[in-house]
């Protein structure tokens, strides 16, 4: 068993060096292929993580759709996957840290570098935990995988925002059909019209992506495959930092927020009411009570936000 496993991770070790090989002095390799296998060189170096890790990323981002309907489809009735990741396992290694608006917006506008690690408090899983941008970062728009892999999915599908290099160049080189690159301005105008439209925004961490955060997702509650797993024993995402709090003098019971809730955390009765173990803190509540009843207010117990302009500050 352990000589057959070592043939096929040397198998595959040849084949990439053969690739890169190949895509250095052939050709034959596209660019942004080749600069993603550089970049992934570099993190791991030549070794199993290597070929794991880019021949992963390499499938995740090529086949982005087909991924991850198998993933929300079909993977929960294959019983001997789920035990061979476990539940611990899947969220260790793909996970989401929920994002205000606000905080949301700062990653797009970010307008210094930054290279920050273990960021425990911040994604309170044990891979993915680092942080790396640089300043007035690459942005892509992408058709959304987990809405594809729904027989009806909300409108519109392109919502998902790949950050950063060398992600943004690999998805709209080899999905030019399905994704294109944006401008700051057209970014926030996304970010803007995804939170009008009650949708939350999501940053996403996953370890074949060079073992950190790579993109925005606005996620809706009816088709993303993050908040579905708000329902496993260990659930794949880690709340803003913040809470909901309402000012009962304020509220006028109309029930808008809960309605608007993507996580169910809020219930009427004579006033709004907020289940604190259920509340993420997206804010959503916040942005459709129209008599201002709602406040976002910071809760260590809830983690410490993923504002990356702090990050920056605390970086130099």
């Not at 090529?62 to 539940?87: A, C, D, H, K, M």
């Not at 892509?140 to 790949?162: I, L």
């Not at 009765?269 to 207010?297: Q, R």
Request: charged share 20%.
């Amino acid at each position: 068993m352990l000589r057959k496993l070592f043939r096929i991770v040397t198998g595959a070790a040849a084949l990439l060096v053969g690739l890169w090989l190949l895509g250095e002095r052939g050709r034959l390799m596209r660019p942004s292929t080749l600069r993603t296998f550089k970049a992934y060189l570099e993190r791991y170096g030549w070794g199993a993580s290597l070929v794991v890790n880019a021949l992963h990323a390499y499938v995740y981002g090529r086949w982005t759709n087909q991924y991850i309907s198998f993933g929300i489809n079909y993977l929960p009735r294959i019983p001997v996957l789920n035990r061979l990741g476990g539940e611990r396992g899947w969220a260790d290694t793909y996970h989401g840290k929920v994002l205000t608006h606000e905080l949301a917006r700062k990653i797009v506008t970010i307008d210094k570098d930054i290279d920050r690690r273990g960021l425990e408090q911040v994604v309170p899983y044990p891979v993915a935990r680092d942080l790396v941008l640089n300043a007035s970062p690459d942005i892509a728009v992408y058709e959304c995988c987990c809405r594809h892999a729904r027989p009806n999915p909300c409108e519109p599908t392109r919502v998902c925002m790949v950050i950063g290099q060398p992600f943004v160049d690999f998805i709209t080189e080899h999905n030019p059909h399905s994704s294109q690159r944006l401008i700051q301005a057209e970014a926030l105008a996304l970010l803007e019209a995804e939170h009008a439209r009650g949708h939350v925004h999501i940053a996403w961490f996953k370890d074949a992506m060079l073992d950190r955060f790579y993109a925005i997702c606005n996620c809706c509650p009816c088709c993303c495959g993050g908040i579905g797993s708000m329902a496993n024993p260990v659930p794949a995402l880690a709340a803003s930092g913040y809470v909901a709090q309402v000012d009962e003098t304020a509220c006028a019971a109309c029930e808008q927020c809960a309605e608007a809730c993507p996580f169910d955390a809020i219930h009427v009765n004579g006033a709004a009411a907020v289940d604190w173990e259920k509340c993420m803190g997206c804010g959503i509540c916040a942005s459709v009570c129209d008599n201002e009843a709602i406040t976002l207010a910071r809760d260590e117990a809830k983690g410490v936000p993923l504002d990356v302009r702090m990050l920056a500050d605390a970086g130099e």
